[in-house]
């Protein structure tokens, strides 16, 4: 309820202001929240009521972010697509969550087409290019659905342990606390320009989103990541905040692009997923003199960010700087714990499995009840993450003892990339590591054994992934063997071996 | 929920920040939450059950807020007794809210025991007094219930338009939304120092307290307000955030103790139930030149302020001055609307009544379906308040469509106290209005016509309304007159025709 009533607010509070200013595009409040209600009543008329499940398949616009609030407006439950899944597992999905309706920009049209034909439970796939958005948005718009707060809002997919995707039921509450901790924690007004330079169909793009909505802000947006976009928006647009891992942020300062007048400009900096390192930071400082930069360490399970290091410790050669290892201190209306294997709680310093509690906790997986159970207890999320807390609550996250690797932002669930490359006809066993890399902060590396009178080349495994996985999971280097892996007395793969012999190695066979 | 989490979470995160400044007593966040959860087990101990009805009768202090806190982490439902009603108002409010448990400081020992005598629902009163907290603070704490977000979290008693008490009922979900919107349009963060200036069974003054404690901030209180103890508060306690009406504002700025030290100090000053003077304006402004000044509008049916007229539209001599009159723009997450007669909306500009709607708006009215349903229609709470809205959305109070006079911040319904009026045997009819006064902003007038064949005198009225009704709400003048009240078409009083003739004569037999 409290986003489509966010809507009609900013159109009151703020009717004039703007709120999409991205390149040639730019509209007041007022105009926005009249195309938001047109689009939800072309929706509608397309057949989609209360409760229906709308897939979205697009690049950053301020159509699509438009049409993810419509969905909401017409009382849908939003299914974003990773843009870069393979069709496999977009269908997976489809099928997984019941989408009624898939709706896709210019840039999907034949994957559009394709799944709209494979997935029985679609009605078709709705095609939102230029000219049909003209067309939407001259509809007349329709009243609010206003859903309730412990309504389903939303089922955001991510990789999943057991080699699935897992689809994060959240609720309408959910993403208002959320919003409401991004607007407060950002300090999102009237005066912000947000780029959104992440995909939308992350959390953590569009939770950051909502809070600028909430807020009655500017939106601005990339369809896709390159220095010189980056500054043609911050200059154009006027943006102010930015979301950017280091990895990014690392690329746009080393661009040839430049432009510090327009860096200059930047009131805020998120990032999140990797630590910053002290080098990093201190050409940040120097680059953003007016920003906050703030860390923030969450998961799609707990709508975003639930804990926050604050600016005061991004300060160098003063004595906050050593919290810089730390992910910060729970954020409003969380909380935080570490336990141990019997789920005692661990003293401060000790590592155990970081739990989350909170209003902003998912309701549960859809449709998997006991990975649901797997995940909630007692209210609590088993984040899978290993960490500690300091006596003053911050939290350092160590490990994460779900099989997983982050590169360049993107989670990447290990078991996915191994049942697809389990598929392969040649192949015994294998396991997918990550390794560190200078760039991407890690890279997917790949252990395969063949099957016995078997051959494999890299170049056929990297086809037959391709075909499976989206391409930013696909292993960036094979280590094709002929004997086993080695195996703890449990018979679980020592993929800790695996990782001091790629180090020691510096890669496989290729 | 949010709230007892808010608890342990500024423990874990300022475990040794200051929680409680007020004069000789300071504590810290560890140690505050471990008080609260003591205190909740002693609640527990002597019966006090979840769900059940607590009520709390006490002066601003300390431990009154840890017992507020406490209440609520035993699972109880609140139900704060303002401390200036007559014990009969008290004894009606204990009954029809069901209340089981009533605790009270020294101050009101005598009151709390006759009370504990007078009502079958009570088990007893509770002596909170200062040894008694002292045992209390040393027991083993509890866990906290952690009620569910839609649970009852309070039942906050107003004067009724109908000459009752209505019990405002409100959610744990209210009071999370109400928390989160003080927390960030004030501003607070670890920093901050809040005077509980107010009385805490006010919903204005508990409400930002529990933004405070979201936000791990400091607790400072007055147990009455004088600007000699205000001054040594803000001395001894270091208070940076305030909550004044405009007449305690006036108070403070004239008093000889004013020390401008102390007021440059201030980060922020909360205002509402009356609009602030060009003149006082500026005169705070130069006293307060750190401060952000804000107003807000709001009742205990919406938990607190649902408008906030900001710190840019309190600079004189500029554009946004002339915003003075105006209560300010929708905080997040409400929406507001004015209405005609026929609930149709009315165009910028035209008065009509002011409805609101969101998250914190109340479940309804306890134990008064009829009530409840006057006050909600389509989830849009009739405020009772006639306004208008500006094209930008800031709203403007024209008039009190309830018959209601606000003096000195305290909302007194005129029904209340003519019904109290009219129990006198002399009495053949009465009407109450608000007339002007130039501290407290209105004062209460009575307008009484005696039996024939009937004397009465002021003095005697006066002693017959303070044993029914809080001395507050007593007139401070009387015009007893031998003719009827004049009288619309529809038998209706007419209370303009009284006002006029008020301001005309200046007042009545005395």
Request: hydrophobic share 45%; aromatic share 8%.
């Amino acid at each position: 309820m409290l986003l489509t009533s966010a809507i009609r607010r900013a159109a009151s509070i703020r009717p004039d202001g703007l709120a999409i200013v991205s390149g040639e595009q730019r509209r007041d409040w007022r105009e926005t929240a009249r195309r938001v209600a047109a689009l939800a009543a072309c929706l509608r008329e397309q057949g989609v009521r209360p409760g229906d499940h709308v897939a979205t398949l697009a690049l950053n616009a301020p159509k699509y972010y438009e049409l993810l609030l419509a969905a909401w407006w017409a009382g849908a439950v939003l299914v974003p697509l990773n843009t870069r899944l393979s069709q496999a597992e977009m269908g997976y999905i489809l099928r997984h969550a019941g989408v009624s309706a898939l709706v896709v920009d210019e840039h999907f049209a034949a994957a559009g087409a394709q799944l709209g034909d494979e997935i029985d439970s679609l009605s078709g796939c709705l095609a939102l290019d230029d000219a049909a958005y003209a067309r939407w948005i001259a509809q007349p718009p329709m009243e609010a659905a206003d859903p309730k707060p412990d309504e389903l809002a939303g089922i955001f997919y991510t990789g999943g342990t057991t080699g699935q995707p897992k689809g994060v039921a959240l609720t309408h509450l959910n993403f208002a606390f959320a919003a409401l901790n991004m607007q407060r924690d950002l300090v999102h007004d009237t005066q912000t320009v947000y780029l959104h330079a992440p995909p939308l169909f992350h959390l953590a793009d569009f939770g950051i989103g909502l809070g600028v909505t909430l807020a009655a802000g500017a939106h601005s947006f990339m369809d896709r990541f390159s220095p010189a976009l980056f500054y043609e928006r911050l200059r154009q647009d006027g943006v102010t905040h930015l979301q950017l891992a280091p990895t990014m942020l690392a690329m746009v300062l080393d661009a040839p692009e430049r432009d510090d007048a327009a860096l200059a400009r930047i009131r805020s900096i998120a990032y999140g997923s990797a630590p910053i390192s002290q080098a990093l930071l201190r050409r940040a400082l120097d680059a953003f003199p007016q920003a906050r930069i703030q860390q923030f360490y969450g998961m799609t399970e707990s709508c975003g960010a639930c804990t926050m290091l604050p600016p005061s410790c991004h300060q160098l050669d003063d004595g906050q700087a050593g919290k810089l290892d730390s992910v910060g201190q729970a954020t409003t209306g969380f909380e935080l714990r570490v336990v141990d294997a019997d789920a005692k709680a661990c003293p401060p310093g000790t590592p155990g499995e970081i739990q989350i509690r909170g209003p902003a906790v998912m309701r549960g997986y859809w449709n998997a009840p006991r990975e649901t159970q797997k995940a909630l207890r007692d209210g609590w999320l088993c984040s899978g993450d290993a960490g500690y807390l300091d006596e003053a609550g911050y939290l350092y996250v160590v490990d994460r003892l779900k099989d997983m690797i982050i590169s360049g932002g993107e989670n990447i669930y290990c078991a996915e990339v191994e049942n697809a490359i389990a598929r392969h006809p040649a192949v015994s066993a294998c396991a997918v590591i990550g390794v560190p890399d200078a760039f991407w902060g890690e890279k997917v590396h790949a252990v395969v054994v063949v099957r016995e009178g078997c051959t494999l080349a890299d170049t056929e495994l990297d086809a037959h992934c391709r075909a499976l996985v989206g391409g930013y999971k696909v292993p960036r280097s094979y280590d094709i063997r002929e004997t086993g892996l080695p195996l703890s007395a449990v018979g679980k793969v020592q993929k800790n071996v695996l990782r001091q012999e790629y180090l020691q190695n510096k890669g496989g066979s290729r």
